[in-house]
């Protein structure tokens, strides 16, 4: 039961976090905002870090270049949400982005690219996208 | 509305781009070092973009609040929660639980016009909407075969 808790608070918390960012672009502007957010995300995280000790920062040497510069793609991620929210409202944009994000997962597992285990499209997959893009369509009309 | 919709694609896409690179460094790092080194370059990325296109205005915050300045800690919340349910439910349940949250709540602040954002009021055929929208969250998730794929959702985050 903890965990379903859990589960429920991390999505919620992520589209919180969503509409924060829209918000606070709304007065500040959108690099603003991205900026900010993340300055103190970074920040508690780091306290965190330091405190529970789970890992070896020192490990990174050990990661490609590219997955580690990975964080910045998020400049782009929270802009264009951010302008996403104002002009399509909160549902449709995290509708459209929970479809991206599943297909590219999928397209990527399925080629085999950036290292991941190349694993076979499935049939349930393909219903399960088609379905999402179903409802999208009926939130847009 | 079309803008909107490629924008919010391609947040999407490269979300689950990143997701991939942040399990890659979560192999090695663990979570927190990883959740840090990933707000520091997104940090990185969008201060420096933003003084790119902005120049100065980079630094007139106009109508900046206190709370503003802990809204980044939302992020800290998300990875304590999914990193708990992943734990107790596994990844599979768990991230289904918290895809289909994430649209739960998304209709909820639509609804309520929340943090000033347009009210987009609640209709049966948005309810519907979201519901196969889920429903395809659930086939896509609980039909089985792509058990590593959710490994590596769960872990990146």
């Given at each position: 039961m903890r965990g379903i808790i859990f589960a429920i608070a991390g999505g919620a918390l992520i589209t919180l976090q969503g509409v924060a960012n829209a918000r606070i672009s709304h007065n500040i502007g959108s690099w603003q905002a991205a900026s900010i957010t993340q300055l103190t995300g970074f920040i508690t995280a780091l306290l965190i870090f330091l405190v529970?000790?789970?890992?070896?920062?020192?490990?990174?040497?050990?990661?490609?270049p590219l997955y580690v510069t990975g964080g910045a793609l998020a400049a782009v991620i929270i802009f264009s949400s951010i302008i996403a929210m104002q002009q399509i409202g909160v549902t449709m944009t995290v509708s459209a982005v929970l479809i991206a994000q599943l297909g590219i997962t999928f397209l990527i597992d399925s080629t085999g690219a950036f290292d991941v285990v190349k694993q076979k499209m499935r049939l349930p997959q393909f219903i399960g996208i088609g379905m999402m893009i179903t409802g999208v369509i009926l939130l847009g009309i | 509305m079309i803008v909107g919709i490629i924008l919010a694609l391609i947040a999407g896409s490269l979300v689950g781009l990143q997701t991939i690179f942040n399990n890659k460094v979560n192999e090695h790092m663990g979570s927190w070092a990883t959740t840090t080194l990933v707000l520091g370059m997104g940090f990185l990325a969008s201060f420096l973009i933003g003084l790119f296109v902005e120049g100065a205005g980079m630094?007139?915050?106009?109508?900046?609040?206190?709370w503003y300045w802990f809204s980044g800690m939302i992020g800290v919340g998300v990875v304590i929660s999914i990193v708990k349910g992943v734990k107790q439910l596994g990844p599979t349940y768990a991230i289904s639980i918290v895809l289909t949250s994430q649209l739960a709540f998304a209709l909820l602040f639509d609804s309520l016009?929340?943090?000033?954002l347009e009210q987009v009021p609640f209709t049966f055929k948005q309810l519907l909407g979201v519901l196969i929208i889920v429903g395809g969250i659930l086939v896509f998730k609980l039909s089985g075969g792509t058990e590593k794929n959710q490994k590596q959702v769960a872990k990146a985050v």
């Open positions: 529970v000790r789970d890992g070896k920062w020192q490990n990174f040497k050990q990661v490609k | 630094f007139t915050l106009h109508n900046m609040q206190p016009g929340w943090f000033g």
